[in-house]
């Protein structure tokens, strides 16, 4: 019986130092270590190229902060690339909405920005007032055909010139006057 428990004590043992073992082969220095470690940039002595275990690369930092890659890409790829963006409007401002415009890298990452919606561009048509019509002002967009009209000056009203007598009256018929009427009309384009 004390055979059977010194047996499992050892056996007890035996298993605690194979796991202390796998732990110490597992473990990862911390990132504050790690470019101590690393190989010198320098080019390789035969002896190096012979060495069983491959060196430890030095960590890299992205360039950009647009995730452009895969994680299978990133795993076979070895360069940093640097973006170079070429921009394009893809949907043209108007005058009251925005528009778009896409930047694209020959790697197909890309990114958009807004364009500020256009100002109207009035072409404007003034009325002068009539007899019988008031004055306007008329603003049409040239680009969108948006208008607005603002109302001007009143109606002129008739304008009589002096009366002309055709027939004098007598005791027993009517007589006839004619009155000559003036009649202005203007329509200027600004």
């Not at 930092?61 to 647009?66: I, K, Q």
């Not at 890298?105 to 500020?116: H, L, R």
């Not at 009209?149 to 055709?166: N, R, Y």
């Amino acid at each position: 019986m004390k055979n059977d428990t010194l047996l499992v004590a050892l056996a007890f043992i035996i298993v605690i130092l194979c796991l202390l073992v796998c732990v110490v082969a597992l473990w990862q220095p911390p990132a504050s270590i790690l470019p101590s470690f690393a190989p010198s940039t320098s080019a390789p002595t035969v002896e190096q190229t012979q060495a069983s275990t491959p060196p430890v690369p030095e960590p890299t930092e992205p360039v950009s902060t647009v995730p452009t890659t895969t994680a299978a890409e990133e795993t076979t790829t070895a360069t940093v690339h640097e973006h170079s963006y070429t921009g394009k409007v893809t949907k043209a401002p108007t005058c009251t909405a925005s528009g778009v415009r896409t930047y694209t890298c020959a790697c197909g990452a890309s990114y958009q920005e807004n364009i500020e919606p256009l100002a109207h561009a009035y072409v404007i048509a003034v009325r002068n007032p009539t007899c019988t019509q008031n004055g306007c002002t008329t603003y049409t967009c040239k680009n969108c055909d948006y208008s607005e009209m603002e109302l001007g000056e009143s109606a002129l009203g008739h304008s009589f010139g002096p009366w002309t007598v055709k027939k004098a009256p007598t005791e027993t018929t009517t007589g006839i006057a004619e009155a000559d009427i003036v009649v202005t009309f203007s329509f200027d384009t600004v």
